[in-house]
């Protein structure tokens, strides 16, 4: 899946825009169904803080972890939505105006990396925080463009360590082989193989297998209500068990 970075950044610039729309005083205190023990208020500080993280770390070209210190809470005078607001100005702005091949430090496997992993790494958690906000707030989950939803599920693999493998070389020793399949996006499936820790874009029998719209499939893998807009086959119970620890 290869989208811009600008596409990137418009993203997050829309879907956190989203998110503050949402964010209405009588719509803070509501609790968030899919983040246990979390409010709509506790999105926005959460983000709040990501933004201003991953924008130091842009602004700055960091080539190493920043300390907790940059990841502040809102100051005193200002609350957590112009706070969210203003970082995500921040982050955005950094973005922008850094070089296409400028290299920085990333929690990813291949770091440091371009400003693109940080715009990639963004726009997919602002999505799924934005469903957080939707269900929150009781509002109509939107949809968002099916490249972008098949790079979240994508991408949620390479940070949780599973390694892309040529379909001939898949192993199934033990553990759930697993098989995703976007309909609405080019070449989006998945077969998993979470013994070995490996998966690769290729169409193979699996003991479980959804298939269905890639942002229905991007929420299963995150815990955001999307089951009733998928087709499953087979042990579902047990890939439920498995998505359970995968999520970020």
């Known amino acids: 899946m290869h989208l811009s970075t600008d596409q990137r950044i418009d993203a997050i610039e829309r879907e956190a825009g989203r998110i503050i729309g949402l964010a209405t005083p009588s719509n803070l205190q509501r609790p968030v169904p899919s983040c246990p023990d979390w409010e709509l ?39 957590a939505v112009d706070w969210l607001s203003d970082r995500l100005d ?71 360590r599973f390694s892309r493998v040529d379909p001939s070389v898949l192993a199934h020793a033990g553990g759930l082989r697993l098989h995703l399949h976007a309909t609405d996006a080019e070449g989006a499936e998945w077969t998993i193989d979470t013994a070995s820790r490996t998966f690769t874009r290729a169409h193979m029998k699996g003991d479980v297998a959804l298939r269905g719209p890639a942002f229905a499939l991007a929420r299963w893998l995150f815990g955001r209500q999307s089951i009733g807009e998928l087709e499953t086959f087979g042990d579902l119970e047990a890939a439920e068990s498995w998505r359970q620890q995968m999520a970020l």
């Open 90 to 160: 921040f982050l955005t702005a950094a973005l922008r105006r850094t070089p296409a091949g400028a290299l920085m430090w990333n929690f990813g496997e291949r770091s440091p990396a371009t400003g693109d992993w940080w715009a990639r790494r963004q726009a997919n958690e602002t999505v799924i925080h934005r469903v957080d906000a939707e269900l929150a707030a009781g509002a109509e989950i939107e949809p968002v463009e099916a490249e972008l939803a098949a790079d979240i599920a994508e991408e949620l693999l390479e940070l949780q």
């Open 41 to 79: 208020l506790d999105v926005v500080r959460h983000l709040g803080r990501v933004y201003n993280w991953a924008g130091t770390i842009v602004e700055g070209q960091l080539q190493e972890r920043p300390e907790r210190s940059s990841l502040m809470g809102q100051p005193e005078d200002r609350s």
